[in-house]
T-cell receptor, first 112, second 113 residues
Framework: KNEVEQSPQNLTAQEGEFITINCSYS?????LHWLQQHPGGGIVSLFM???GKKKHGRLIATINIQEKHSSLHITASHPRDSAVYIC??????????????FGKGTKLSVKP | ETGVTQSPTHLIKTRGQQVTLRCSSQ?????VSWYQQALGQGPQFIFQ???????GRGNFPPRFSGLQFPNYSSELNVNALELDDSALYLC????????????FGQGTRLTVV
């Protein structure tokens, strides 16, 4: 079982739909990162959060440390939101101590 | 765009060859982490360099090695390439251990044939 699990793996939506991507993790963490990866590979940071909720434009990220779960929401989705969304956590122990552990990503495709 | 640049962007190598990938870090950052991302998978931590010293390593064999230079740029070297080494190699620079504030490069797509 991966330490960071994302769901769904693939998501197709119509433009304007509200989208939710989920991330669950099994390790102790200090904070969690939502990243966006476009075709070609480049990764862009969206949010870094350790508690509560953050909002940036149409994107909202929430985290529940007790339940070890985070969600990324996109309101009024647009075709330019099409990308792979990756959840990453900073592990506090083990071989990856201090480094990022990534989920496999959720591939989002928004149709016009 | 971030200030992290990787070269080359694409590379094709033959099994058994050696390869060197390069990464220049964001200005002011002294830590570089390297990740391997196989197709359809999330990135996997290879190792991290902090002030020219290896500062942590993931579950990768010794034929994966690295260097960090005084200007904090970094190289990833892979010897005796195997077909399974085909992947996107990402580097990320950060300040100290603030890995969640890392900036990522565009990656190098390595294909081993």
């Amino acid at each position: 079982k991966n330490e960071v699990e994302q769901s769904p793996q693939n998501l197709t939506a119509q433009e304007g739909e509200f989208i939710t991507i989920n991330c669950s993790y099994s390790v102790g963490i200090s904070a969690l990162h939502w990243l966006q990866q476009h075709p070609g590979g480049g990764i862009v940071s969206l949010f870094m959060l350790s508690s509560g909720k953050k909002k940036h434009g149409r994107l909202i990220a929430t985290i529940n440390i007790q339940e070890k779960h985070s969600s990324l929401h996109i309101t009024a989705s647009h075709p330019r939101d099409s990308a792979v969304y990756i959840c990453a956590v900073r592990s506090d122990y083990g071989g990856s101590q201090g480094n990022l552990i990534f989920g496999k990503g959720t591939k989002l495709s928004v149709k016009p | 765009e971030t200030g992290v640049t990787q070269s080359p962007t694409h590379l094709i190598k033959t099994r058994g060859q050696q390869v060197t990938l390069r990464c220049s870090s964001q200005s002011g950052h002294n830590t570089v982490s390297w990740y391997q991302q196989a197709l359809g998978q999330g990135p996997q931590f290879i190792f991290q360099y902090y002030r020219e010293e290896e500062n942590g390593r993931g579950n990768f064999p010794p034929r994966f090695s690295g260097l960090q230079f005084p200007n904090y740029s970094s190289e990833l070297n892979v010897n005796a390439l195997e077909l399974d080494d085909s992947a996107l190699y990402l580097c990320a620079s950060s300040l100290g251990n603030r890995v969640l504030e890392a900036f990522f490069g565009q990656g190098t797509r390595l294909t081993v044939v």
